[in-house]
């Protein structure tokens, strides 16, 4: 098995917010991100005929798989979630994140979020000392918080960006604003 090359994750700024799915499918559909449904994958989809305007690669030389070919990686959305309560996901390219009233690094981040509530957690900047959820630091895109999340596989961290059209879609079949992260699992 080769590394997992990564994943772009969408979900609402707020981690307490949770969409419903029903209304976000009809639009994504509707706008060409989602395809059909893939057979035998919980809650996937192949990617729609707009993925590739409403999701834009960087680079040229990118090849994207859009279609499933054996057991090899390709490019497919799926939703993850709806979760009771804020879920964190992290994997090999997260960070320790800053805090955003000192800038300093919170580098005890794992012993901060493992096995924990963290829809209850304050976690204290050593720096500072001031006292944030976790979801307060600025995690640069490598790491997030929700308690329902879309994610777009595979996709290389920051090799993909989703445009204003996509944010204004999700936003307005939701009712609320939302925010994009990479993952890449250990
Ligand atoms: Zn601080």
Redesign the pocket.
């Known amino acids: 098995m080769s590394a997992h090359t990564g994943r772009l994750l969408l979900s609402p700024q707020d981690p307490f917010l949770l969409p419903e799915r029903a209304p976000l499918t009809a639009t994504l559909s509707e706008a060409g991100l989602l395809g059909t449904p893939l057979e035998g994958r919980n809650q996937a989809f192949a990617v729609g005929e707009r993925f590739l305007q409403l999701v834009i690669f960087a680079g040229c030389s990118v090849r994207i798989e859009l279609s499933p070919i054996g057991e090899a990686p390709f490019c497919h959305i799926r939703f993850t979630g709806p979760f009771r309560q804020p879920v964190f996901l992290s994997g090999r390219n997260t960070r320790p994140p800053r805090?955003r009233?000192?800038r300093?690094r919170l580098r005890s981040w794992r012993e901060a979020l493992s096995g924990r509530d963290n829809a209850g957690v304050q976690i204290t900047?050593p720096?500072?000392s001031?006292a944030s959820p976790p979801w307060g630091y600025d995690w640069k895109g490598q790491a997030g918080f929700g308690r329902l999340f879309i994610r777009v596989e595979e996709v290389f961290p920051g090799e993909a960006t989703p445009t204003p059209a996509l944010m204004g879609l999700l936003e307005g079949s939701s009712g609320c604003k939302w925010q994009h992260f990479y993952i890449q699992d250990d």
Do not use: D, K, N, R
């Open positions: 805090c009233s000192c300093g900047c720096a500072c001031e």
